[in-house]
């Protein structure tokens, strides 16, 4: 190689050109097991583990001491830029993938919906243009949001062409994204065909649209009368109704933001009966409770998301269903509306908020400090269900969700004495609001290196615009 020898004198390697980190003396916890050693990155991935490695010609060594290391957080639920109601959440892909490295977490999957009629590689092909930005590594789901003679074709193309190996589906919102039962089944079915995984939305949507009718006639008009449209009951019956449909039609489905005991225990009894069914929660719904909506001002329209903030005996459920193995992954759905000029669209008609909230940033902090610190998860349940479970079930392990060679150098370095209180006038979200105003934390990322590199050390973010990388995902081993 000449012309690095010009460059660099005859000494010099492809290696010495790469950006090295060696991270020292780290308690380092991934799902399977925890050690105390050394990790060295070079060229974005690990390329050594031992108990104690010499410096090399690094370009920085992080002293890890009084740290815990994990593998880089996985969020496979996330909405960036995404058109609702007649406007778009707030937070781009470079400001919410920003946000997402500040929390610890260093890969998203995000989605992909079409309109009806448009073909999914076209559809794709925008929405990836709009990810160019990010800053942190993503992949996309396709939504199937329509059936027509050529779906089930695009759906290959997305497995086999395109690295995307994951479908989600509505029961909900049949007006603009959802699908009629029948649509349901032909989708599922070419899942099952392709091996591919469904992540589905499970709502009984015509019982919501009918409710949402009947209390908006009846004059309730508030942010108050959203919980009471869309009940628990109506996610159980179509978790329980989804989770006979995927089994007769052989497809392997994980249900996002599971939020109640009802839906808890339609998957205990799917995955008792021996099928492979996954469930996902979020923090909102492990730690709010239906009171939010009490909150006056229009404030409770912050906490406008869907499926609803439910009354708290639910938490409980939730909590022992992530105990238990029932739900595997904490996701957020993070989809961020400002209170200003976006949330209060609806104003005069909760029919017109444009659900969703921020949290990609906090899922960690959270779960370490409510989960962990509290006693209701273990330490490696923690990081299994934040990072390691997620890049499995959507085809981004060994290379995300791991800390093994060869593996993509995304390294949290947690300080869990570290303390602070979330707020709106401090997170990265793009946002006016947080629905975790005033939570306070313990545990908190001190640096975060993705795709090896320092992104985030001690407040400070060093990310660059477009660098993070699309990434091609498949389900067989
Ligand atoms: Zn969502």
Known sequence: MPEFALLWGKHATLEDLIVGILLRNGDIVTAEKRWRGDIRCRG???????????????????????????PGGVDPHVHMQLPVAGTVSSDDFESGTAAALAGGTTTIVDFVHPERGESFLAALAARREEASKAVADYGLHMAVTWW???????????????????????????????????????????AHNLDARVLVHAEHGDMVEH??????????????????????????????????????????????????????????????????????TCPQYLLLDESV??????????????????????????WEALRTGVLQVVATDHCPFNLEGQKELGRNDFRRIPGGAAGVEHRLALLYSYGVKKGRIELQQFVDLVSTRPAQLFGLYPRKGSISIGADADLVLWDPEATGTISASTHHHNCDRSIFEGFSVTGLPSTVVAAGRVQYK???LRVERGAGRYLARSLSA
């Not at 974005?44 to 290391?69: F, K, M, Y």
């Not at 409710?211 to 919980?227: F, K, Q, T, V, Y």
């Not at 404030?299 to 609803?308: L, M, N, Q, R, Y």
């Open 44 to 70: 974005g991935r690990i390329v050594e583990l031992a108990e104690a490695l010499d410096a090399g010609s690094e370009d920085e060594v992080l002293d890890a001491s009084g740290h815990l290391v994990f």
């Open 148 to 190: 027509g003679e050529e779906t089930a074709r695009w759906m290959a193309d997305c497995v086999h062409q395109e690295g995307i190996p994951s479908f989600k589906l509505y029961m909900a919102y049949k007006e603009t994204v959802g699908l009629e039962d029948a649509q349901l089944i032909h989708a599922l079915e070419a």
């Open 211 to 280: 409710l949402r009718s009947r209390l908006a006639a009846a004059g309730s008009l508030g942010p108050e009368a959203h919980p009471r449209s869309r009940p628990p009951e109506l996610e159980g019956e179509a978790t329980s109704r989804m989770t006979i449909l995927a089994e007769l039609a052989g497809a392997s489905v994980y249900i996002v933001h599971v939020t109640c005991r009802q839906a808890a225990e339609a998957l205990a009894k799917a995955q008792d009966s021996g099928w492979e069914i996954y469930g996902e």
């Open 293 to 318: 909506y009490e909150k006056p001002d229009f404030e409770a329209a912050s906490f406008v998301i869907a499926p609803p903030i439910r009354p708290a005996e639910h938490q409980e459920a939730l």
């Open 458 to 460: 001690d407040g400070d």
